[in-house]
């Protein structure tokens, strides 16, 4: 079965095909980055604007690398939420015109979970049950995952998510958008130690996170004397030391307290160098191991979509072709998914 996967939640446009037997035959991504890069931030007017421009050439692209026609594609999913109104719009009609077009049943997914199974898609896939550290743009949350569909929330964070954090920080530290993978990159030329920030709620007992005041903390310092470059280098060593440091700490603390030895990192930050040395190795000490997805599917993507979307239909989710009707949920919490 080959499922087509629509990706248009936020800031990237993503198309995949993916083939139940064969796997992944085609994957395509396009970033707004460039784009929203003067203002900042995402413009969502401007990305539901590019959605639109964007997905005709890369569903060519994606089918032209797979050798398919757009007759071979038996279902199409499509991320629902959560993400911005108008972008999730962009996908989802698309996804169900074509559908439509085509007499084939158009699927809703989650874009966590599509986050949340995208380490599967890795040639050496982790087995179910597993503790799944959902650390993106939006969202910072444990999980403990049976099988598809089966999601228990474990905990999250109260306030900002960690790439928020990130990209927050970076903005204070005046490195522009988007500031996750900037900051990562300065953090490398910086010292971790010589500006001490806390460590939020490490010892709370509980898998809930807190990063806003973290980005406070960071302020402080920035306001109390203007920073050279030296400064801010070593100021973003000791952030992303201390949003690691606790993320490592409650992720290794949901997989003891569950007597689960598999964890599963997905979403941007997972992308995140140190994280990825800090959560092997926290893991391997209680004899564990973390599965993650293949670089490029750290971000935004169809081929999650698209995975997820095929687990679905694996189950027998398959809604009726041609239905037409849609709706978008720009909120929408994982563990409401049945
Ligand atoms: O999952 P994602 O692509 O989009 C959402 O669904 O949110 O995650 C994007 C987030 C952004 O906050 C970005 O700054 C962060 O992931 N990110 C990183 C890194 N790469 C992306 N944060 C820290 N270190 C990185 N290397
Ligand atoms: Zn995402």
Redesign the pocket.
């Known amino acids: 079965m080959k499922v087509l996967g629509i990706e248009s939640?936020?800031d990237?446009t993503g198309v995949a095909l993916y083939d139940t037997e064969r796997g992944l035959l085609g994957h395509a991504v396009h970033t707004q980055v460039a784009m929203h890069e003067a203002y900042g931030g995402v413009v969502p007017e401007l990305a539901s604007r590019d959605h639109i421009r964007r997905l005709i050439p890369l569903l060519e692209r994606v089918l032209a690398e797979a050798g398919c026609t757009r007759r071979e594609i038996d279902a199409i999913a499509y991320t629902a939420g959560p993400g911005l109104a108008g972008a999730l719009l962009v996908g989802a009609s698309f996804a169900e015109a074509l559908a439509m077009a085509l007499g084939i049943p158009a699927l809703p997914v989650h874009?966590l979970e599509g986050?949340l199974l995208s380490p599967l898609l890795a040639d050496d896939p982790p087995a179910f049950p597993f503790i799944a550290l959902l650390?993106?743009?939006?969202?910072t949350q444990l999980m403990r995952v049976a099988r598809v569909g089966d999601y228990e929330l474990l905990g999250e964070s109260l306030d900002d998510?960690?790439?928020?954090a990130?990209?927050k920080t970076a903005k204070l530290l005046g490195l522009g958008y988007?500031?996750?993978?900037a900051?990562?990159k300065l953090a490398e030329a910086g010292t971790p130690g010589r500006y001490k920030l806390p460590r939020p709620m490490i010892n709370s007992g509980d898998l809930s996170f807190s990063f806003s005041g973290l980005k406070t903390a960071v302020l402080t310092v920035a306001r109390a004397r203007e920073l050279t470059d030296a400064d801010k280098a070593d100021l973003a060593a000791e952030f992303q030391e201390a949003v690691t440091e606790v993320l490592a700490a409650k992720a290794v603390a949901a997989c003891r307290q569950h007597r689960l030895l598999a964890l599963v990192v997905a979403?941007?930050?997972g992308?995140?160098?140190r994280?990825r040395q800090r959560l092997d190795q926290a893991v391997a000490k209680i004899g564990g191991r973390v599965f993650y997805p293949r670089l490029e599917l750290?971000?935004?993507n169809g081929a999650m979509i698209a995975f997820a979307g095929s687990q679905r239909l694996l189950q027998g989710k398959v809604p009726a072709p041609g239905g037409g009707a849609f709706a978008v949920r720009p909120r929408w919490p994982l563990d409401q998914l049945s």
Do not use: M
């Open positions: 939640s936020c990237e874009h986050h650390v993106s743009g939006g969202h998510a960690a790439g928020e990130f990209d988007p500031g996750g993978p900051l990562a979403g941007g930050v992308a995140n160098r994280l750290c971000t935004d």
